[in-house]
């Protein structure tokens, strides 16, 4: 029948209508899953596809240096500069040396260590009359080697430059008594030894028992050099035992190295090494020991 066939074309057609409707929605819904689903996959490669400094790359234990290995560096840069540090201290201030012999007994003993200020001089100063200072002998004490030097020999005057090796038997210490300018006698044992006249009373510092000197002399000293001797004057060669030879006993100033200030070691005779009172009566007789 007409009727029955148009409503069920028409039914047909509203069930077709909202098949299509809701595969319509359904499609687009779907889709829109799809796609946010998509864009969370691509957001979750991104992230895990990003650079991890603790993945990627360098393992994190180079990236962030261990803090042992940066104490040790910190350590070994803090030595090093000590270790710099200290020798132009030796180099340029302040050296040490040991004693050798008795000469300077009781003042000095064998073994004991000293400082020697390398700077009491260094501008313009000159050593004084009763200063005790530590000098290089040779060209005075001992002759002037005719051998030129290697290498090797100015490697090891570097090293007791820097104070990494002992002194050699070329460095003496004694007890400065004459300046540039200065008379400086003795007529024998028993007698006071004089400068430019002047009688010094030497028992605050003579080895008891011995006398000023048991060898007669007159000399002057000429300008920029010393006449020095040792305080055990019974046990000392010093300039006396030079007497006629080239240089006449006279240490230049040039050759000293520092006056002796203190004695460092043994800790029982930690002391400083200070000019004796008794050469104050020798000032304004002449010499540069008028000048400081």
Request: aromatic letters at 6%; glycine letters at 16%; proline letters at 7%.
């Amino acid at each position: 029948m007409p009727g029955e066939a148009t409503t069920g074309t028409a039914v047909a057609a509203a069930g077709g209508a909202t098949g299509a409707a809701a595969g319509e929605v359904t499609g687009e819904a779907t889709g829109e899953a799809a796609a946010a689903a998509g864009e969370g996959s691509e957001q979750d490669t991104e992230q895990n596809s990003g650079e991890d400094p603790k993945r990627d790359g360098e393992p994190a234990a180079e990236q962030e240096e261990e803090p042992g290995h940066s104490r040790s560096r910190d350590l070994l840069l803090l030595a090093g500069i000590c270790l710099v540090a200290l020798l132009l201290v030796n180099a340029f201030v302040v050296r040490p040396f040991t004693v050798p012999s008795g000469s300077m007994e009781d003042t000095l003993r064998p073994g004991d260590r000293l400082l020697a200020n390398q700077l009491a001089y260094a501008f313009g100063g000159h050593p004084q009359r009763g200063d005790v200072v530590v000098f290089d002998g040779t060209g005075s004490f001992l002759p002037e080697s005719a051998k030129p030097g290697g290498f090797g020999d100015g490697v090891r005057s570097l090293a007791r430059d820097l104070g990494l090796a002992p002194a050699g038997n070329t460095v003496y210490v004694k007890r400065v008594i004459g300046v540039g300018g200065d008379r400086v006698t003795s007529t024998g044992p028993g007698a006071p030894i004089t400068v430019n006249g002047v009688p010094v009373d030497e028992t605050s510092y003579l080895s008891p028992g011995d006398d000023a000197s048991s060898v007669a002399f007159d000399v002057v000293v000429p300008t920029g050099e010393l006449w020095v001797m040792g305080d055990h004057r019974s046990a000392s060669r010093d300039s006396r035992d030079h007497l006629g030879e080239p240089g006449g006993g006279f240490v230049p100033e040039e050759k000293v190295i520092g006056r002796a200030d203190w004695v460092v070691y043994p800790f029982s005779r930690w002391a400083g090494l200070d000019r004796p009172a008794v050469f104050a009566a020798t000032a304004g007789t002449g010499g540069h020991g008028d000048q400081g």
